[in-house]
């Protein structure tokens, strides 16, 4: 009969008819403390797990195990000869029937009745919260710019492999989304995207601006692969974004029209000094938002290897170390450029946008235009600031210093 039960069970996970297994009634005059166990589908990780509950009499105990894990504890803890003790009860429920093992300790018998719960409950493992991007529109279909891009199949189910990446698209949308909400929407916004690849984040963040917050929207994606701006505006076309369009170019060539009122400029990873041109093209264009993920710090390293020969400080030492000289190059390249994003009347503030776990370029700056920073003893104050940071760590310049004075 435990084979039988077994059998039920590995069955309804295999056909996904399977809801959750109760254990009771532990025999066992040496332990009185558990009472039962509950167990239920989880899937951490993207695997399919079992997930105990050992409910004791003062506490509860969780423990997760693999399919094949734990289907054997089971067997263990309904059979009568174990040491440790056993349940003298089991049910299996499922979508189609429950199915109850009874009296193992002296007469076992098992018998099926009516399912008593006829939906599976969710196996997420935590819990699942609405995203800002869906892989569907309204009417249930998959959106074809995510089928294109790889992130999704045709029935609108995220790919394994492209798991990480749209949790990227979704926390850089729902970072935005608070700062997006504030602009004026009496006029269309103008987005321009620097540097922006296949176009993930691109097309991610006119879907959210067009469909989600109703806004009337203009966005360019500037890109200087010819095949990826070819790729991206037959996605664009095929998607119906009609005021969504890629040009091929390079961040530090492509010139924003003045008539065209750039209200959002963004640059993602864009290696070393693009990212200054990027916020440089932000500043030229009066850009009421400036949003950078910057990727490959090598200038202010190179400027901090130059000058350690001649300069000693107390933090000198870190520069002995690659990977801390990496870090503190980093650091230190980002704060410059807030600090100068200051000057030009820019709030600015530096945020993670995602967990390191799905990628180490994970630090995000926002500048937001406050014409309450224009005043000369507040650009003073910042610019004391980023002329003492040069002195310490002996930087003689920082790229977008030279772009902003020439």
């Given at each position: 009969m435990l084979h039988q039960f077994t059998e039920k069970v590995k069955e309804s996970l295999e056909n996904g008819s399977f809801i959750k297994i109760t254990l009771s009634n532990f025999l066992n005059n040496e332990n009185q403390t558990l009472k039962k166990i509950l167990i239920r589908k989880t899937i951490i990780k993207r695997e399919e797990n079992l997930t105990f509950v050992y409910r004791n009499k003062t506490n509860d105990i969780t423990k997760n195990y693999t399919l094949d894990e734990g289907i054997k504890v089971i067997?263990?803890?309904?059979?009568?000869?174990?040491?440790?003790?056993?349940?003298n009860q089991a049910i299996l429920f499922t979508t189609d029937f429950d199915l109850h093992l009874k009296n193992i300790s002296k007469k076992p018998s098992i018998f099926s009745q009516k399912p008593t719960q006829k939906q599976a409950i969710s196996t997420s493992h935590d819990k699942q919260k609405k995203r800002a991007i869906q892989t569907?529109?309204?009417?249930?279909?998959?959106?074809?710019?995510?089928?294109a891009l790889?992130?999704?199949?045709?029935?609108?189910?995220?790919?394994k492999n492209a798991q990480d990446k749209y949790k990227q698209i979704n926390q850089y949308i729902e970072i935005?989304?608070?700062?997006?909400?504030?602009?004026?929407?009496?006029?269309p916004l103008q987005i321009t995207d620097?540097?922006?690849?296949?176009?993930?984040?691109?097309?991610?963040?006119?879907?959210?601006?067009?469909?989600?917050?109703?806004?009337?929207?203009?966005?360019?994606?500037?890109?200087?692969?010819?095949?990826l701006v070819e790729l991206c505006n037959e996605i664009a076309v095929a998607s119906n974004f009609e005021n969504l369009s890629f040009v091929e170019g390079t961040i530090e060539d492509y010139q924003i029209k003045k008539e065209d009122k750039t209200n959002i400029l963004i640059a993602l990873h864009a290696c070393d000094t693009a990212t200054d041109d990027a916020i440089f093209k932000g500043i030229e264009a009066d850009a009421e938002l400036i949003v950078v993920a910057p990727c490959c710090h090598k200038q202010i390293r190179r400027e901090i290897e130059k000058g350690r020969k001649e300069l000693q400080n107390q933090l000198s030492p870190l520069t002995n170390y690659?990977?801390?000289?990496?870090?503190?190059?980093?650091?230190?390249?980002?704060t410059m450029r807030c600090l100068l994003l200051n000057c030009c009347g820019y709030q600015t503030k530096a945020v993670q946008?995602?967990?390191?776990?799905?990628?180490?370029?994970?630090?995000?700056?926002?500048?937001?235009?406050?014409?309450?920073?224009?005043?000369?003893?507040?650009?003073a104050k910042h610019?004391?600031?980023?002329?003492?940071?040069?002195?310490?760590?002996g930087i003689e310049k920082h790229y977008l210093e030279q772009l902003i004075l020439k």
């Open positions: 067997i263990t803890f309904l059979t009568k000869e174990n040491q440790e003790g056993f349940f569907k529109d309204k009417k249930g279909n998959s959106k074809s710019y995510l089928q790889k992130i999704t199949d045709p029935t609108g189910k995220v790919y935005l989304s608070i700062l997006l909400k504030q602009l004026p929407s009496e006029k620097m540097g922006a690849g296949k176009g993930y984040l691109t097309f991610a963040l006119h879907d959210y601006l067009k469909n989600n917050l109703k806004l009337k929207v203009n966005t360019v994606g500037v890109e200087f692969r010819k095949d690659g990977i801390f000289l990496e870090r503190q190059a980093e650091m230190l390249t980002d946008f995602i967990s390191d776990t799905h990628t180490p370029k994970n630090v995000l700056l926002i500048a937001t235009k406050k014409t309450s920073f224009l005043e000369e003893d507040m650009k610019l004391k600031e980023f002329e003492q940071l040069k002195s310490f760590f």
